[in-house]
Every structure is written in C-alpha cells, then in structure tokens.
C-alpha cells in the first residue's frame, strides 16, 4: 500500500531539530541508501504540502533510477527507526524499553548477572514512575531468569505480592483511562453546562464510584486523572473555585515527587494550563501571573508539550481583555500566528479559533472595527470552527454588533435574518443570545438619542437577570456585553466601561 504522501510531509515538518539532525546521523552510516537522505532534504525544504508531482520530479532528477515509492516507504521507516533510538534515551518509557529489551538479550545467552542488573535499571525506574505494563514485562523475564533457582521464600513472596499489586493497579488505571476517555468526548462536544439534560449527560461519569471516593484512586496516575475529571467537570459547570483546588492537586502530585516534572511534564503543563483558566474566571490576576511563571520554567521535552505551551498563551491574551488592556493583547497576536505557522496542523482547531476572536476583541476594545470585522471573518470562514459552538455563536453576536457600530444598517437586518435561522436550529437556544439579538433586531429602528439610551438600559437590566442563571451566567464570558451597554448609556468607551469594572474589583494584573 502507497503511503499517503500528506502523512509523510506532516511528519517531517512535526520534527524539531535536533530529531532532523540525529536522523541524518543515522541514516549516513548506512551509504548505499543516500537516496533516503536526499528524499528527505526535498520533502523538508517545501513550505507548504500540494502533491507530491513536484517533489517527484525533483527526487528524478538527483536520484535517476530510483524507485520514488519505495524509497518514500524506505524513508518512513527510517524516519521512525531513527526516533524510536532517538529517544529511547530521552523519555523514562524509552529508557526501560532499553533496559528490557538488554534483559531479554542478555538472558538468551545466559548471562544471568548481566541480565539482573538491567532488570534492576527497568524495575526501579517502572516503579518510580508508574508504568505497570513495562513493570509486569520486567517481572516476567526475572521470572523466567529465575527458573530452576530456589529462592528464599520470604523473597519468592514479596515479587509474587509486587507483581499482584502491579496488575491491581494497572487494571485500577485502566478503569480511570476509560472514564477520562469518555469525559473527554463529552467534554469536546458540550464544553460548559449550558442545560439540564447536559448537566445530567456529566453527572453519569461524575457519579462513578472511582470518581466520588478519592481512596479508590490506587496510584498517583489515578489520582491526577481522577483530579482532572473533576477539574473539568466543575470548570463546566463555572464553579471555578472548585475547578483549581482539584488542578492544583496534581500540580501537587507532580511536585512533590523528585523527577515527576519531567517524567509527566505534559500532565504537569495541562493542569498548570487547568489552574491558570480557572483563576482567569475568579479574576484571580495576581495568583495567575505566579503560575504562568511556573509554565515559563518548563522545559518541554517534546514538541508536543511546547504546543502546549503555545496554546496557553491564550490565557495570558484573555486576562489583558479582561482589565481593558486590548493595545498590550492586540500586541501579542502577530507572534501567535507566526507560532502558527511553525507549528502547521499540530494545534488544536479550538485555539486558532480563540486566537482570531481574541484579535478580533482586542480591534474592537480599540474601536478599529473594520479590522475587527476582518478577524471574524477569518474566525466565520475557517473550516471547522463552527464545531468550536460556543466561540462561534459569539462571534456572530459580535460581529452583528460591530456592523451595528458602524452603522450598516442594511447589512445588519440581512445578517439577522440568517443568524435568526442559525441559532434556532441548534438543539438549544439559550436566552441570553436570544436577548442580545432582540435588542439589536429594535435598536437598528430606534432614531431617538433618549429612546435608545432607555432601551439600551432596559436590555442591561434584563441581561443582569438572566445572567443569575448558573446555565446563563458564562456567556459574559466570550464577551463583556454589559460593558458594552454601559457605555452606551453613559457615553463612554467601551474600554473605559471594561477598565472601571476591573478597577472597581480591586484586580489588578500588571
């Protein structure tokens, strides 16, 4: 079967350079397969994947002769070879991978010490970090070392009760995989409790036995997806207070262990991104900025988790909106984008979506608002932003706004009537943007300075109520509509209205 080329193309540009480096070094001691190499320097050199014709014919024309499939083929497997070595000495699973498949070597020429010795390295370092499975292979090759010894019975008994203990919790573990995996698809799908038949969609997995009693936790793995389900849960529901005292236990975990930050650097940075997202939503600024501290202090350890990284960055945009600082969050968007670039289909398509309504935001906080409109329209186009619901539905909001700011008034009834049809066809349609859509569908009509000011207020006290509903009450989130209203009744800027809020809670983030 041809490999798909796209496949290959993505997997090169995923690699950092160091990888690209080590895989050249590699592949030169083998001189008879150039070609893999020369493959590979006219994949890495495109800039943008388009077919492969191009890269074909340039691979003819230095490799003349050549089988371009097969050597395609060659080179992923190289490639994976290479990286599989690469970091078999960087990563703790690689690392006991390496001392496992030594046992298995060195005990098939009965050199029994030897052996011990290398199942020793695999079994403290499994058992230091949890990985049960590379754990039970080790036991089972001593086991086998050990055939025909006889042994203390005192020690026959203690491996016999490590080896149960291993199984217990990794069956225990796998339990916890299995929830978090199918919390995860929920949590994709719904994201914040906006209606009873979703809290109650939640409230199956939350209500398992495994996650009400902390003691049914067997392991600290267990116990840090355990944490993170419920942070999760209790950051859907906006009870965020909750959301970062369970974050902040696997912060806690991890730390509290010597070499846990590195060996789950990627749990670590996602619940040091969980507990700055929480704070973000108390408003808790000056906790937040010793976090994200923390986060400048990982040094990731793969590309993975400095995606990671990347996307928390968002975060730190969302606060500056936060207190009105939109000049300080409309700065930090053009290095986000080219970050995007770098990172080319690794990040998530919820984060490029908040990315550009962030943008977009920061134009309208400065009352650029055709610049502002130019970001939705990105965000509105991208495909597969829509499944990004939430976001979405704001964006339209916002945008139907800003065009009512710019006084398009034609333009604002042709696009009420198709957001109209969009958001009652959604399974629910939730009173505040119901709300938000009426105003604007009467303010579009209203001529009188007095008469509108008067509408805008009535709408700001309907706003305030339905905002009392826990389903209601994270919509201010996505935008400050009631800052907006205040400034329209008071004639402010939209800015000014933003910073007194800010001022008035005593927060400060800078």
């Known amino acids: ?41 006219i994949i890495e050199r495109e800039k943008a994947y388009e077919d492969e014709v191009r890269v074909l014919s340039k691979f003819r024309s230095v490799c003349k002769g050549k089988d371009f499939y097969g050597t395609k083929k060659k080179l992923y497997e190289q490639l994976m070879r290479s990286l599989r070595i ?16 030594n046992a298995q070597l060195l005990l098939q020429k009965r050199l029994f010490d030897e052996c011990a010795v290398e199942l020793e390295k695999a079994i403290l370092l499994a058992e230091e970090g949890e990985f049960f499975l590379l754990l039970l292979q080790a036991f089972e090759i001593e086991a086998r070392m050990n055939l025909g010894k006889e042994l203390p019975e005192q020690e026959i008994v203690r491996k016999e009760s490590a080896k149960e203990d291993a199984i217990l919790k990794y069956r225990n573990y796998s339990k916890y995989l299995s929830l978090e995996s199918a919390f995860a698809t929920m949590y994709y799908k719904y994201s914040f409790i906006r209606s009873e038949q979703t809290e109650f969609i939640y409230s199956e997995i939350i209500s398992s036995p495994f996650i009400k009693d902390s003691s049914m936790a067997l392991s600290a793995r267990s116990r840090m997806i355990r944490s993170n389900i419920l942070c999760s849960y209790y950051f859907a529901k906006c009870d965020f207070e909750n959301g970062y005292l369970q974050a902040k236990n696997v912060m806690l975990e991890i730390e509290s262990r010597p070499g846990f930050e590195t060996l789950f650097q990627r749990k670590y940075v996602s619940a040091i991104g969980n507990a700055i997202k929480c704070l973000l939503y108390l408003r808790q600024y000056d906790k937040m900025k010793i976090i994200i501290e923390k986060l400048k202090l990982v040094k990731p350890v793969d590309k993975d988790i400095a995606i990671r990284k990347f996307e928390l960055k968002t975060v730190e945009v969302s606060a500056l909106l936060d207190v009105g ?9 053009p290095q986000m984008e080219e970050e995007l670039k770098i990172y080319f289909g690794k990040v998530e398509m919820k984060n490029q979506v908040i990315i550009l309504f962030h943008a977009a935001l920061a134009n309208f906080g400065l009352e650029k608002y055709s610049e502002s409109i130019k970001w939705l329209n990105r965000l509105l186009h991208l495909p597969g932003a829509e499944k990004n619901s939430d976001i979405y539905y704001f964006a339209q909001l916002a945008n139907l706004i800003l065009h009512y700011e710019k006084s398009n008034i034609e333009h604002v009834e042709y696009k009420m009537r198709s957001i109209y049809k969009y958001f009652y066809t959604r399974q629910s349609s939730f009173k505040f943007e119901s709300l938000i859509l009426q105003l604007i569908k009467e303010a579009i009509y209203v001529n009188d300075q007095k008469e509108l000011i008067a509408l805008f207020a009535d709408y700001k006290i309907k706003l305030e109520r339905v905002l009392k509903d826990p389903f209601e009450k994270i919509a201010i989130e996505y935008f400050d509509i009631i800052s907006w209203l205040e400034s329209k009744i008071e004639g402010k800027s939209f800015a000014d209205c933003v910073r007194r809020k800010a001022t008035s809670s005593a927060i400060h983030l800078r």
């Open 325 to 333: 600082d939109f000049k300080a969050a409309l700065a930090m968007i």
């Open 86 to 101: 690469y970091h078999s000495g960087i990563s703790a699973e690689g690392r006991i991978n390496s001392f496992i498949n």
């Open 1 to 41: 079967m041809k490999r798909n080329f796209n496949s290959l193309f993505l997997f090169i540009k995923s690699m950092s350079k160091s990888e690209k480096r080590y895989f050249k070094l590699y592949s030169s001691a083998f001189k008879k397969d150039t070609q893999l190499i020369r493959l590979f320097d």
